[in-house]
């Protein structure tokens, strides 16, 4: 690799900084899912109970398990 | 959270609704100063936030039930409002809160667009998500309120606020609700019919054992809090011996604070030796059974080539040309299918080649190299060992010094240094005992785990033959895999936030501070000075002031900093306003200047309420150029001057006349300067 082909691939990278991104794995975006619905219900518009929290996050696992196969 | 427009409608002195302040929302000049001399109305305005967003009041706030104006009581008007308008995640929000006859207030939050107002279902949780109400109080604070954020009672729930405000609530709330789903999937296993009795067996097994488990760590949290508060007692009577006025004591008590310091130092040399050790082993053990192989190896190889064996004496080349030349060395005639001929033709298949020389070049050199990484493996060995026992040495010579300085210390016979030593006493017993009950539950802790971890092996080899046990093992395995992760980033998270702001109020003292002292945040977010060697040192109020300060700021300006963090875990974190009243009472002009200087750095909007002799001065020279929006509170009265003072304020070259005598009106109007 010439240093004119590292200057070209530094270009692309400031040019497109999101490849550096780190990318979550399936688990973190579930993860990231179950935080939404808990400030969703814990702090958000539509503030309910317990139950009701609890119930959305597990059709959201149950909804999970299924696109995996399971 | 940024404040945009304050209105106050007849609210305490505020007489009807010409009381509008414009707050800077600049990012350069993000300090919006109000000046008003003691009794005007500084921390009325100050309330009116606080009462508008949290229906809450300062605790010095006088007579809190005298919310509307008496001027306009007397009027016949039995109303008061405070509306605030306010910017938050790049929307606009208006927030009204009114009293009505003195005793009913009505709280309203309008989502703000263009002209049109839509009003928010749940206002009360909405504010609470982008500022704790908990933590009002210290973005709001007036005065010396700051000072106590460490005190043990108002402290707990700072840290609770500190909790909620950096989101790690919403990932331990999420923990237990993954937990209490689980739950429910084990009654559901519990409840399948038709279960055969080894599996029902198992099923009442695991739900007896989860619960076993979640009452242990029930138990452990309130082992943790029992722990914390002997600490802090333990703490405090440490302290008043390092303290008392009998000087031997005082010395003695000093010796052992080093001699456990430095025990603790052994300690933790020890661990990291036995982890080396342990590393070691696990990288190199192996060594120790692959050296006899290499030995064997390599006396095969020499005595196989003693004896010209390996490699063969012949050559595959020379074996192939024979072959070739149909004629043997020995002369013999080596014709296709003859007896001499197979005989010559399987010679190649021994014969001496590149790969085999190759082959026993390498076999050789690994041989040579197992047993160099053998002799290197054992002489790391024994440096840790010996650095081990060293190490014994060293702790059980500062264990013999400490019991040696504890006796002397037990020795001295003042009734003070008496009490004192009972009370350490009876502490550091009742603090072995917790200690040994936490030891003994986190053991059986492990235990049920790992017979958890059986049960639901088993379980799943069940769910080969029923797909409904199949089906609930799968959901609790992704729960339970869900919930190690979710603790994982929030053990993560914790550490991360507690070094970033224990960093933040270090860089504030380290430049501001007279002494050379650190700040230390423990793991429930309390925070302390420490000397080098660790200890707690006691502040002055002005050094408690400048500390309390610095963190609320470090705090505020991280959770500014993790707002914009995208991506993140919990994605919390805001841009909060500091809305402080006479921040400046008990600090010096060194700290005044230092206070005045790392407020508008850290904070994202400040709001100074000050009076001519907290502003005048240091303050005054430092904030100037950071102030985009400033006002001055005007108070009316209708009583004669008689001599009293006029309260004149000079600011940018005008002069502006704080109390007017002989007015129509009891009231307090507000001024803008800029």
């Known amino acids: 690799m010439s240093v004119e082909d590292i200057l070209n691939e530094l270009k692309d990278i400031q040019e497109h900084p999101e490849v550096l991104l780190e990318i979550d794995s399936e688990m973190e975006i579930v993860l990231k899912e179950i935080i939404k619905i808990e400030r969703r219900h814990l702090y958000g518009l539509d503030s309910t109970s317990a139950t009701k929290r609890r119930n959305a996050i597990q059709e959201l696992l149950i909804e999970k398990l299924k696109n995996r196969g399971g | 959270m940024l404040l945009q427009k304050l209105k106050l409608v007849n609210f305490r002195q505020f007489y009807s609704d010409t009381t509008v302040i414009e707050f800077s929302t600049d990012t350069d000049k993000n300090i919006t100063l109000i000046h008003g001399e003691n009794g005007v109305g500084k921390t009325t305005l100050l309330n009116a936030v606080l009462w508008c967003l949290y229906e809450k009041l300062t605790h010095d706030f006088e007579r809190p039930e005298e919310l509307i104006c008496l001027q306009s009581l007397k009027e016949g008007n039995k109303n008061c409002r405070v509306e605030l308008n306010f910017e938050y995640e790049d929307k606009h929000y208006l927030a009204q809160r009114s009293l009505q006859n003195t005793h009913q207030t009505h709280f309203k939050l309008f989502e703000v667009t263009d002209s049109n107002y839509s009003e928010v279902p749940n206002p009360k949780a909405f504010i609470n998500s982008i500022l704790p109400d908990d933590m009002a109080e210290y973005f709001f604070f007036h005065g010396e309120g700051i000072t106590n954020i460490n005190a043990k009672k108002s402290g707990e729930k700072f840290r609770r606020a500190i909790r909620d405000i950096l989101g790690f609530r919403l990932a331990e709330t999420a923990i237990d609700d993954l937990k209490e789903i689980n739950k429910k999937w084990t009654k559901e296993l519990a409840s399948l019919q038709n279960l055969s009795q080894e599996q029902s067996l198992l099923i009442k097994k695991k739900k007896n054992t989860e619960e076993k488990i979640a009452d242990l760590k029930s138990k452990q949290t309130h082992l943790a809090d029992e722990k914390e508060i002997i600490q802090t007692h333990l703490d405090q009577i440490l302290d008043k011996l390092r303290t008392c006025s009998h000087t031997n004591a005082k ?269 230390k945040v423990g793991d429930d977010f309390s925070f302390f000075l420490v000397r080098e060697d660790g200890h707690r040192v006691a502040k002055s109020k002005g050094e408690n002031l400048l500390l309390n300060l610095s963190f609320v700021s470090a705090l505020i300006e991280f959770a500014q900093m993790r707002s914009r963090a995208s991506g993140d875990f919990l994605v919390s974190g805001t841009t909060a306003p500091f809305v402080i009243d006479a921040p400046f009472g008990e600090l010096d002009n060194t700290y005044k200047k230092a206070t005045a200087e790392f407020l508008p750095k850290r904070s994202r909007q400040l709001i100074f309420l000050l009076s001519s002799s907290h502003w005048l001065g240091i303050v005054d020279d430092t904030i100037k150029n950071k102030i985009g929006s400033e006002y001055v509170l005007v108070s009316s009265k209708t009583s004669m001057q008689n001599g009293k003072p006029d309260d004149k304020l000079r600011v940018d070259g005008k002069e502006y006349i704080q109390s007017l005598y002989n007015k129509e009106k009891d009231a307090t109007f507000i001024e803008k300067v800029k």
């Open chain 2, 251 to 519: 010395a003695l008590q000093r010796e052992i604070d080093t001699l456990i310091n430095r025990g603790n130092k052994v300690d933790s040399n020890i661990n990291q030796a036995k982890v080396e050790k342990q590393g070691l082993i696990k990288k190199y053990g192996w060594i120790i059974f692959g050296q006899k192989l290499a030995n064997e190896g390599l006396d095969f190889i020499d005595e196989q080539s003693l004896k010209a064996k390996i490699p063969a004496p012949y050559d595959e080349t020379l074996v192939k040309d024979l072959i070739d030349q149909e004629l043997c060395i020995c002369g013999r005639e080596l014709k296709l299918g003859t007896d001499e001929y197979l005989k010559v033709t399987s010679l190649i298949e021994t014969a001496d080649n590149a790969i085999i020389r190759n082959k026993l070049l390498k076999s050789r050199s690994a041989g040579t190299n197992i047993k160099g990484r053998f002799s290197d493996f054992l002489s790391d060995l024994e440096r840790i060992e010996k650095n081990l026992s060293k190490l014994d040495d060293d702790k059980r010579d500062i264990s013999h010094e400490l019991d040696e300085k504890e006796k002397e210390l037990n020795n001295i016979d003042t009734d003070e240094v008496e009490d004192l030593n009972e009370l350490k006493r009876n502490c550091m017993s009742e603090l072995s005992a917790v200690d040994q009950k936490i030891g003994s539950n986190k053991r059986n802790i492990t235990n049920l785990d790992s017979e958890l971890q059986e049960i639901d092996s088993k379980l799943k080899r069940f769910g080969a033959e029923d797909v409904r046990i199949s089906r609930l093992t799968e959901h609790q395995s992704y729960a339970q895999e869900l919930i190690k992760l979710c603790g994982i980033k929030l053990d993560q998270h914790e550490k991360d936030s507690k070094l970033t702001i224990a960093k933040k109020v270090n860089e504030t003292l380290q430049e501001f501070s007279r002494k050379d002292f650190k700040v």
